[in-house]
């Protein structure tokens, strides 16, 4: 069984930093990429940055470049979003997913590529 638990979320003050953690069991994690979207109230799953199999390509929405790191830790089952500069515009619900299979770059920005989701972690940003 897949699982995926996220954490690290809270409330912080615009301008500040988190860091969210998702830790995933049931699978052989360093054979897959995995993703961060965010899902604010009333509005569709956008994606927020992805990460290959090896760590060695990362991929960030334009509202999130430069402001948003992922990295991975494939020794301990892990993938890292670490936040600063944080904006209210930023505040949502964030979910870590699996995607075993990406032919393309593309796919990763895709929420319907991912085959694997967590339950998420709420972060809010205040103004």
């Known amino acids: 069984q897949v699982q995926l638990v996220e954490s690290g979320g809270g409330l912080v003050q615009a301008g500040g930093s988190l860091r969210l953690s998702c830790v995933v069991s049931g699978l052989i994690f360093s054979k897959f990429g995995m993703g961060w979207f965010r899902q604010a109230p009333g509005k569709a799953r956008e994606f927020v940055a992805a990460?290959?199999?090896?760590?060695?390509?990362?991929y960030y929405a334009d509202s999130v470049k430069g402001r948003f790191t992922m990295s991975r830790d494939n020794d301990n089952n892990s993938v890292y979003l670490q936040m600063i500069s944080l904006k209210p515009e930023d505040t949502a619900d964030y979910y870590c997913?699996?995607?075993?299979?990406?032919?393309?770059?593309?796919?990763?920005?895709?929420?319907?590529?991912?085959?694997?989701w967590g339950q998420g972690t709420q972060v809010i940003v205040s103004s």
């Open positions: 990460i290959s199999w090896s760590g060695d390509m990362t």
């Open positions: 997913a699996v995607i075993r299979s990406a032919p393309s770059n593309g796919h990763y920005y895709v929420p319907d590529s991912y085959d694997f």
